[in-house]
Nanobody, 116 residues
Framework: QVQLVESGGGLVQPGGSLRLSCAAAGLTFSSSLMKWYRQAPGKDREFVAH????????YVADSVKGRFTISKDDAQNTVWLQMNSLKPEDTAMYYC?????????WGKGTLVTVSS
């Protein structure tokens, strides 16, 4: 059974940083495409970042470019989202996503609130 468990969310002031983690179980992590999405209150879920199965290819949405970085460690079965220079508009539930062998998996999310 595949499980994705996010952690690291919380309340942070504008301009601050957080690092989200997604621990995966039941996946062949090195063969999985991993992504982060977010959903703000009253809005649709939106793509934030992805990292290829090899780890050599990363991409982030324009809205977070230059501020957010995605990385992973296959040995730890973990993917991270480093978020710097946070803005109030980054407030959202952040979800981890995995795709492997034609199947998709989601975590339950971790809440990030950016507020003074």
């Amino acid at each position: 059974q595949v499980q994705l468990v996010e952690s690291g969310g919380g309340l942070v002031q504008p301009g601050g940083s957080l690092r989200l983690s997604c621990a995966a179980a039941g996946l062949t992590f090195s063969s999985s495409l991993m992504k982060w999405y977010r959903q703000a209150p009253g809005k649709d879920r939106e793509f934030v970042a992805h990292i290829s199965s090899s780890g050599g290819g990363t991409y982030v949405a324009d809205s977070v470019k230059g501020r957010f970085t995605i990385s992973k460690d296959d040995a730890q079965n973990t993917v991270w989202l480093q978020m710097n220079s946070l803005k109030p508009e980054d407030t959202a539930m952040y979800y981890c996503y995995a795709a492997q062998y034609g199947r998709e998996y989601w975590g339950k999310g971790t809440l990030v609130t950016v507020s003074s």
